[in-house]
């Protein structure tokens, strides 16, 4: 309780009344018997017990007496947080909702560990004058279930919770996507949205889904099958047989229009898309387009079959069986030069590529497992050694997934290339296949309903969004830099005479000195926005860091950094978080706000933070009409009651999408310096290239 990394000690001394038993509560150095603190309550029937458990957002356990009305009393000076009128004899507590939060549960209710709203119910009244509670999945439906156990026997219930459905649903990140009984199934993604094949109008066509907006909708009608869909940006494609034969189609999300990509008597399959480069399986050939430029162009010309086609940049990879069985090649669509991956003597199939990454599923140990590749070391290495399959890998970023037999049924399972540690996504007793992964989302399809449905998992840990590492191989696009280099020191040297070229700015002569002027400090951030709120106020700050995590943000939210701020001193972190790693915060101004501890510490950390920056740090976001001293009239600030969830995530991204300080930044000598330096550099390069 007081924080010595001793053991303290808890006591109650009760007072016997006729109808009611009032109680003191003392907290004691473990070490010396000294009191810490003590605190008086009054209870409405007869106190029973105490129990001890960390559940509000300190570091030090909070005290629960129950038997007489539920109490939560703060561990560290004693006050009561939150009473309410429950007189059950057996408590619990316990994160049932997984929301990173604990729970306390009685044979009455479950209740909300910070602010004690009763949140759920066991499906069956529960009255017991003695007993405990025990936590458990006692019937396999990934829910966890309540287990009373009394002097007679023992009975178990499970949970229903009004007010938190939608959170129940998805334990631990998961969540369900479609809900259709037809088959969906073969999912991709990219950004917010996912794409599958979907035969609930008696032929395959292809639908998606907006992880952001929830909403699922159509993208093909034709009465013919429309199967394997692919999607890279706005582009969608897939295989199409409305011809008699297998043809790649496409779609664009943003102009609502669909086109066709080949045409062709032999079939085009599995097609795969980056950028603006779709490739496919062409009879038994790979050949590709060109989005851009129209163009139809072949990939592998060796007399042998190749299928599976994967391209990240400016490499294809597919299995190949030119040595008798299936090897993983690939191409550089630059120099035409093959790159031979893989060529054990057994099997290899289905290769994905992430940057310098290939993976695959190779059969060279008598099972299927997940095998890879670094392009740039030209290294092979193993990902899973287990004795059962893994087949269908995926990646982006490190993180590998796949489905995994090793429990008699497929599972998905992923691995961090940077850490080397192996996790499970989803451990279902049905049957989960066919993986993708964009970013931190993964989803999948799933059996679990009797039919193909698809589900998605939310990762632990926030992956960066995909990013290209292919300029050192690409001369185009290095002249394109060298030439934006040069340009970006031309402005920066001449920013007066391009202020009245474009006529904005000052009006003052050229060669006029500017007063005072100070040079802006270069920040890199480490989160695009970081929220602080009262305790009272996390629903809405979850919704929030939610909506803005699955748009690719970078949020300082507390629940997802957890593991990261675990035995870390709060204060030198938070300095950083709410300050110079930042590039926005936004308080959630309550009533609530100005009487917490935290928050009056993190809007210190704001305001002197906001003295530094030279254009706008803090974005207030009013929940009430509170005054909040530190924060002037005049500033403008977004109403919650008014804009919504929704409207403030839009005005947060339209934020975003504007830097502030690139007009600055070009002015900066360091930065001409270093721009004319790099684009020497670059143009060196290629004409070192080319010479070549």
């Known amino acids: 309780m007081d924080q010595d990394s001793r053991g303290d000690v808890i006591v109650a001394v009760i007072t016997m009344e006729s109808d009611y038993h009032s109680y003191e509560i003392f907290a004691l ?28 957002e300190d570091s030090v356990p909070d005290i629960l007496a129950f038997g007489s009305n539920l109490v939560l009393f703060d561990g560290k000076n004693g006050k009561k947080i939150w009473e309410v009128n429950d007189n059950s004899i057996v408590a619990k507590i316990h994160d049932i909702d ?85 088959i969906q199934q073969f999912p991709g993604i990219y950004g917010d949205i996912v794409v599958w094949q979907d035969d609930r109008n008696g032929n395959y066509d292809i639908y998606g889904y907006n992880l952001f907006t929830e909403e699922e909708f159509q993208i093909t009608t034709d009465k013919d099958n429309q199967e394997m869909p692919a999607i890279f940006s706005n582009i969608v494609v897939w295989q199409d047989d409305r011809n008699g034969n297998y043809d790649i189609y496409g779609y664009n999300l943003s102009t609502k229009e669909e086109f066709q990509i080949t045409v062709g008597l032999s079939d085009q399959k599995i097609p795969a898309i980056h950028k603006n480069i779709v490739v496919w399986k062409d009879n038994w050939d790979i050949c590709g387009y060109n989005l851009t430029t129209k163009e139809k162009f072949q990939i592998s010309g060796f007399a042998s079959t190749k299928e599976a086609p994967a391209i990240y940049g400016d490499i294809v990879v597919w299995q190949d069986d030119r040595n008798a069985n299936y090897d993983i090649y690939g191409i550089n669509l630059l120099t035409y030069e093959e790159l031979q991956i893989a060529t054990n003597i057994y099997d290899q199939l289905g290769p994905e590529i992430y940057e310098n990454f290939v993976i695959w599923t190779d059969e060279r140990n008598g099972n299927w497992d997940i095998y890879g590749y670094n392009l740039l070391t030209k290294e092979e290495f193993q ?22 037999e090793r429990n008699g049924n497929y ?18 007793p049905s049957d989960q296949g066919s993986p ?30 995909p990013t290209s590492t292919t300029i050192s191989n690409n001369p185009i696009f290095a002249l394109i830099i060298t030439l934006v280099g040069i340009l970006l020191a031309f402005f920066g040297v001449n920013y007066e005479k391009v202020k009245m070229w474009l006529r904005i700015g000052s009006s003052k002569p050229l060669g006029t000195p500017e007063k005072d002027e100070k040079k802006p400090t270069i920040f890199k951030f480490d989160f695009d ?80 933070e906001a003295e530094k920056r030279k254009t706008e740090f803090i974005l207030p976001v009013r929940l009430d009409d ?4 530190g924060i002037k009239d005049d500033i403008a600030y977004l109403d919650y009651q008014k804009e919504g969830i929704d409207g403030v995530v839009d005005c947060l991204l339209e934020k975003l999408s504007k830097p502030p300080w690139w007009t600055k930044l070009i002015r900066n000598p360091i930065f001409q310096i270093i721009s004319i330096i790099s684009a020497i550099l670059i143009l060196l390069y290629i004409l070192v290239s080319l010479f070549k």
């Open 29 to 56: 150095n473990g070490q010396d018997g000294t009191k810490i603190w003590s605190t008086k309550h009054k209870g409405s029937g007869y106190f029973e017990w105490l129990i001890s458990k960390k559940i509000n």
């Open 98 to 182: 997984h929301d990173g939060n604990n729970e306390v549960i009685t044979n009455e209710g479950i209740y909300d560990g910070i602010d004690g709203e009763k949140i759920g119910k066991m499906a069956t009244a529960v009255e017991l004058s003695s007993g405990a509670i025990e936590i458990a999945d006692i019937t396999g439906d990934e829910h966890e279930d309540i287990i009373f156990g009394y002097l007679t026997g023992v009975a178990a219930f499970e949970i229903s919770f009004p007010n938190k459905e939608q959170e129940l649903a998805i334990p631990r990140g998961e969540f369900q996507i479609t809900t259709n009984p037809n």
């Open 383 to 404: 990902i899973t050694t287990g004795p059962s399959d893994q087949e269908a890998p995926a990646i982006c970023g490190d993180i590998v997934i796949w489905a995994d």
């Open 411 to 428: 599972d998905i399972f992923g691995y961090n290339l940077s850490a080397g540690r192996e996790f499970y996504i989803t451990t279902n």
């Open 436 to 465: 993708t992964i964009y970013g931190d989302i993964v989803v999948w399809a799933d059996y679990r309903n009797g039919n193909l449905d698809i589900y998605g998992y939310i990762l632990s840990k926030i992956l960066p969004p």
């Open 529 to 608: 926005i970081a929220i602080s709120f009262a305790g009272e106020d996390r629903k809405i700050a979850k919704e929030l860091a939610k909506k803005l995590r699955i748009k690719n943000t970078k949020v300082f939210y507390d629940e997802f950094y957890k593991d990261e701020l675990w035995g870390k001193d709060l204060t030198k972190y938070f300095q950083d978080a709410y300050g110079p790693k930042t590039r926005f915060v936004i308080p959630l101004l309550s009533k609530y706000y100005p009487v917490t501890d935290w928050t009056d510490f993190e809007f210190s950390i704001m305001r002197e």
């Open 626 to 629: 509170t005054k909040i001293e």
